[in-house]
Nanobody, 124 residues
């Protein structure tokens, strides 16, 4: 069974930096993309950054130039380096992976997997 395990997050002052990490454990057969979403208070969950298996990346407009996503395909990990943090970045951040798991040697249909979420709070 595939699990996404996140680490990092916490409380930081305006202008500070944080790093989030996520590892896909279990039988993750083929991982197509890994990334990060966030959900702020009273807001819908939104894409923050995503990295495809081919190396292309996408960023939400408000984080471009401040956040960097990096991925290690061999280790099934993805990290998000966040700099120049703003109070508006306060949210629960979720690791996401689009993948086909391997169960009893067989690849399952492609599916979205989510981490449990980690809180990022930026004080003004």
């Amino acid at each position: 069974q595939v699990q996404l395990v996140e680490s990092g997050g916490g409380l930081v002052q305006h202008g500070g930096s944080l790093r989030l990490s996520c590892v896909a454990s279990g039988s993750s057969g083929n991982i197509y993309s890994m990334g990060w979403y966030r959900q702020g208070p009273g807001k819908q969950r939104e894409l923050v950054a995503r990295s495809s298996s081919g190396g292309s990346t996408d960023y939400e407009d408000s984080v471009k130039g401040r956040f960097i996503i990096s991925r290690n395909n061999a280790e099934n990990t993805v990290a998000l380096q966040m700099s120049s943090l703003e109070p508006e970045d306060t949210a629960v951040y979720y690791c996401n992976a689009l993948l086909r798991a391997r169960e009893r040697g067989i690849l399952t249909p492609i599916k979205n997997y989510w981490g449990q979420g980690t809180q990022v709070t930026v004080s003004s």
